[in-house]
Every structure is written in C-alpha cells, then in structure tokens.
C-alpha cells in the first residue's frame, strides 16, 4: 500500500522559514518527479516545484529565491525549504510522487498547513 506522509507545517512570522518533508513507502516501480503544490480555500491548487529523479528542479515565480526542493531517492523523500515567507504562502501544502510501473501513476500526499502570520 502506497503512503505519503508528510511532516513539517506550522504557524510562522513573516519572513521566517519552514521545512516540508514527504516520505513515500510501499511503491513497487521507480519514484520519477517528485513535486509540492499548494492551495487556498476557493482557489485552484497551484504547482509550487518540481524535481526530476536527476535532480532538475523547476519553481513557480512566486517562490524562486526563497524555496528550494530537493530530494532524497535513497529515503524516496522530498524536502521544500521555504525561507523568507510571506503571508501570501499560507496554503496547504501537498507533495506529489509520480511511480513508473508500465505507467505513470501519481500519488499525493495527506496535505500540511502552513501558516504565515504575526
């Protein structure tokens, strides 16, 4: 049985950091892309980054310079570091695993709030 936990939200003050962390357990094929999204209430959920098996790594504008995912393939855990924060990320936060088994199939995390606030 396919999990992702995820670990690592909280309540911060502006300008702060967090770091998320999802661990995937009982997949049988190979871990691709690995990838966190967020989401507001009433708002479409929105792809924050990505990481490919290689360690390429793609952001949304709002995030360049302040987040940074990275990977763990040997743990098959992905990590979002998220500094300098600002209200506007509060979101609930869901990492995303894609595992080739003859297709792609992609699973998704329980999901973490986040909260930026004073």
């Known amino acids: 049985q396919v999990q992702l936990v995820e670990s690592g939200g909280g309540l911060v003050q502006p300008g702060g950091s967090l770091r998320l962390s999802c661990a995937a357990s009982g997949m049988v094929g190979r871990i691709n892309a690995m990838a966190w999204h967020r989401q507001v209430p009433g708002k479409e959920r929105e792809l924050v980054a990505t990481?490919?098996?290689?360690?390429?790594?793609n952001y949304v504008a709002s995030v360049k310079g302040r987040f940074t995912i990275s990977r763990d393939n040997a743990k098959n855990t992905v990590y979002l570091q998220m500094n300098s924060l600002k209200p506007e990320d509060t979101a609930v936060y869901y990492c995303?695993?894609?595992?080739?088994?003859?297709?792609?199939?992609?699973?998704w995390g329980q999901g973490t709030q986040v909260t930026v606030s004073s």
């Open positions: 995303a695993v894609d595992e080739i088994v003859l297709r792609v199939v992609r699973y």
């Open positions: 990481i490919t098996r290689g360690g390429l790594t």
